[in-house]
């Protein structure tokens, strides 16, 4: 007769992972908006400390199932620091969040949650908590490696200029990125560059912007700054084929195109939008040097200048 005597480590303590919030390139224009690694299995009653790297914000958020999703200026309602617990019950999020910021989660119920960051709606994640008697497959090493490649593999997604040729003349690409996907979730690499930041252009002629990264938004900013930086200027016109259009005729001008971006992905149940406004242009009445930023991420060093020639 076989007896099986089954081997039982009680467990005492409770697990404590790690996790990174992002990366970037040294000069800070790759962005690499994902959490590293973007899917964890843990024990309930184990927490995870998600580290933040990036001069770019975000949050660590975990909504409510069919929790309508809120703007990442209101939480979840409200905000989170330091430390928290998730049941799965009530929601939790952090502010924003950027490089040196910790934030650690308890989780208290067995269940599949998702991770969000309210910013970033691309930036997505699971955290898998199963029960004591279920064992967990990876240990923090091999989260770790993950992380790394994860974080390499987005880094070396796109080169600066490589996306899109520069034939055409006074056209400058105002961003791209790509979507990248595991079985935890998304991850995307965003260029946060003007591809030519210097543009020479004559009086009277107009320079072409145009956004092809599929979710992050960019703005063409000359002169102040607005507060909300969603809506263009009052001197914004859209031209015939739905690109928004404005004129300088000196450098004290402040034109601002409001968000340049692409239509949100397509979703069963949802109201059909119109398609995304990813171009903007600016026609310059006279000769001078323009510089301009992008309002969302000039911190980040995106900026140009249009110099126009007589
Ligand atoms: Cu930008």
Known sequence: MLIVVPFIIPRVVQAQWQAAVGAQSEDLAKQAIAFLPN???????DSITWTFLTDEPHTVS?????????????????????????????????????????????????????????????????VRVLGLN???????????????????HLLSAIDLGSHEDHSMENHVNAGA??????????GNLVLMRFDHEMVFIHAGETVEWSNSDPTASHTITFGTEPADPMPPSANV????????????????????????????????????LPPGVTRFRVTFKSA???????????????????????
């Not at 430390?83 to 650690?104: H, I, M, P, Q, Y």
């Not at 859209?238 to 001008?253: F, K, N, P, Q, W």
């Not at 001078?288 to 007589?310: F, N, R």
């Open 39 to 45: 899917e964890m299995w843990i024990h309930v009653g």
């Open 62 to 126: 975990f909504l409510k199932n069919g929790q309508v999703r809120p703007p990442d200026q209101a939480g979840c309602p409200g905000f989170a620091s330091g430390s928290a617990t998730f049941d799965g019950t009530t929601c939790v999020s952090t502010s924003r969040l950027k490089k040196g910021e910790t934030f650690t989660v308890t989780f208290l119920a067995t269940g599949n949650f998702k991770l969000v960051c309210l910013i970033h709606r691309n930036m997505t994640g699971t």
């Open 134 to 152: 279920e064992p967990v497959p990876h240990d923090q090493d091999f989260y770790d490696k993950q992380a790394k490649n994860e974080r390499e």
């Open 177 to 186: 990125g790509v979507i990248s996907a595991t079985p935890g979730g998304n």
């Open 237 to 272: 016109m859209v031209d015939a084929d739905g690109a928004r259009h404005a004129a300088i005729s000196s450098t004290a001008d402040s034109v601002h195109s409001g968000f340049i971006v692409a239509a949100a992905q397509e979703r069963v149940g949802l109201a059909q």
């Open 288 to 310: 001078g040097s323009y510089p301009y930023i992008c309002a969302l991420h000039d911190e980040l060093g995106m900026k140009g200048t249009v110099i126009v020639l007589p």
